[in-house]
């Protein structure tokens, strides 16, 4: 489709067609290129790279907790379900790149921008629940080193962190679940 054809078919209107460009181009650029420019190999280099910086971690941290110490706690849980959501989170950037993430908007139709953000949205939430649990896990492990049993004020200060982040985080997650109820 020629710029002129664009233009008028699908910006100078109220409601273009789900064909059209998601977003005009800049003078001088084709909308909808054929062949355009992309971060997605970029994106998907540093996405299998957390994975399995994360899956590592997380081996070691099992490996030394159950095995080494024979012990369980709660900040473990938290890690595992860090991880856990962390998969979740990259699995949907996958899928999101899959329907267009890290192209120019001028470079997808509005069908797929559409489709992409739905998952943008989603991983957002799996993201947000992901550091989450991993930030209650590490305040979780801070607190169990650093204060043991006693009642001292870093155990009270440990605590009022960890109500602070489960806060925030629950206002977050509210945010993103339900943003226009």
Known sequence: M????????????????????A??????????DPNPASIAPA???VAITCLVLVTFAISIRLF???????????EDAMMILAAISFVV???LTFESIAFG??????????????NCM????AAQIA???????????????VKHIFTGKKSTFVYWASWAVIVMVVCAYTASLFIWIFPCM
């Open 2 to 21: 020629e710029s002129p054809e664009i233009l008028a078919k699908c910006f100078n209107v109220t409601a273009p067609d789900l064909d059209c460009p």
């Open 89 to 91: 989170y990259i699995a």
């Open 118 to 121: 739905v998952r943008v949205y």
């Open 64 to 74: 030394t907790r159950l095995r080494i110490m024979k012990l369980f706690a709660l």
């Open 23 to 32: 977003l005009k181009p800049p003078p001088g650029v084709m909308a909808l």
């Open 127 to 141: 993201y947000c629940f992901s550091i989450f649990t991993a930030k209650i896990g590490v305040l979780l492990q």
């Open 43 to 45: 994106l998907e280099h």
């Open 101 to 114: 993430l890290g192209k120019h908007q001028w470079d997808l139709t509005v069908e797929e921008t559409r």
